[in-house]
T-cell receptor, first 115, second 116 residues
Framework: AQKVTQAQTEISVVEKEDVTLDCVYE???????LFWYKQPPSGELVFLIR??????QNEISGRYSWNFQKSTSSFNFTITASQVVDSAVYFC????????????FGPGTRLSVLP | DGGITQSPKYLFRKEGQNVTLSCEQN?????MYWYRQDPGQGLRLIYY???????QKGDIAEGYSVSREKKESFPLTVTSAQKNPTAFYLC???????????????FGPGTRLTVL
């Protein structure tokens, strides 16, 4: 079965702190994709990153970085020097063939960045 | 600008009434999806469509119906059979539903449905 776990329900940090959002996934497929989305208070999900199962290189985009480790089935997301505008719910998602290639979303982590 | 639009943003319905949520995209995407989001929970797939005049049930299709008569449009009807319809509904689209795992789903702004 496909499953995505985001154990942190809510996180609060003070502006300029670094914060890591955890994502652990389960799949029997060897080929799959992992995604992160951001949902600001407006409600629309915004695509952040996509990573395939064969590429374990970490990725950095500005203040955002992602650490993909197949050995622990984790795809963690770090925000460096957080800002108030980073406050949102963040979803990790998995896409794999044995789920009809549809997305399986985690329950989300609500991040509050306090000024 | 290319994107996905959903209307209305807020919708109120009386118990026993059917209501239709609109979703339109001008991204020329083949695949479209409907998700339901309840407070504090992730997204659950209601229906998806890979091509015009074709659609499949997702994990929680009971009490919902869809149509796909045009590539750009994928309306969702919440019927009176849906026992707990109050939720946030999100529409998404992607280039293709199958055959390309890398396809990213892009989302609309959502419709918040409240049953009175």
């Amino acid at each position: 079965a496909q499953k995505v776990t985001q154990a942190q329900t809510e996180i609060s940090v003070v502006e300029k702190e670094d914060v890591t959002l955890d994502c652990v996934y389960e799949t029997r497929d060897t080929t799959y994709y992992l995604f992160w989305y951001k949902q600001p208070p407006s409600g629309e999900l915004v695509f952040l990153i996509r990573r395939n199962s064969f590429d374990e290189q970490n990725e950095i985009s500005g203040r955002y970085s992602w650490n993909f480790q197949k050995s622990t089935s984790s795809f963690n997301f770090t925000i460096t020097a957080s800002q108030v505008v980073d406050s949102a719910v963040y979803f990790c998602a998995l896409r794999a063939p044995n789920y009809g290639q549809n997305f399986v979303f985690g329950p989300g982590t609500r991040l509050s960045v306090l000024p | 600008d290319g994107g996905i639009t959903q209307s209305p943003k807020y919708l109120f319905r009386k118990e026993g009434q059917n209501v239709t949520l609109s979703c339109e995209q001008n991204l020329n995407h083949d695949a479209m999806y409907w998700y339901r989001q309840d407070p504090g929970q992730g997204l659950r797939l209601i229906y998806y469509s890979q091509i015009v005049n074709d659609f499949q049930k997702g994990d929680i299709a009971e009490g919902y119906s869809v149509s796909r008569e045009k590539k750009e449009s994928f309306p969702l009807t919440v019927t009176s059979a849906q026992k707990n319809p109050t939720a946030f509904y999100l529409c998404a689209s992607s280039t293709r539903a199958t055959g390309l795992l890398a396809d990213t789903q892009y989302f609309g702004p959502g419709t918040r449905l409240t049953v009175l």
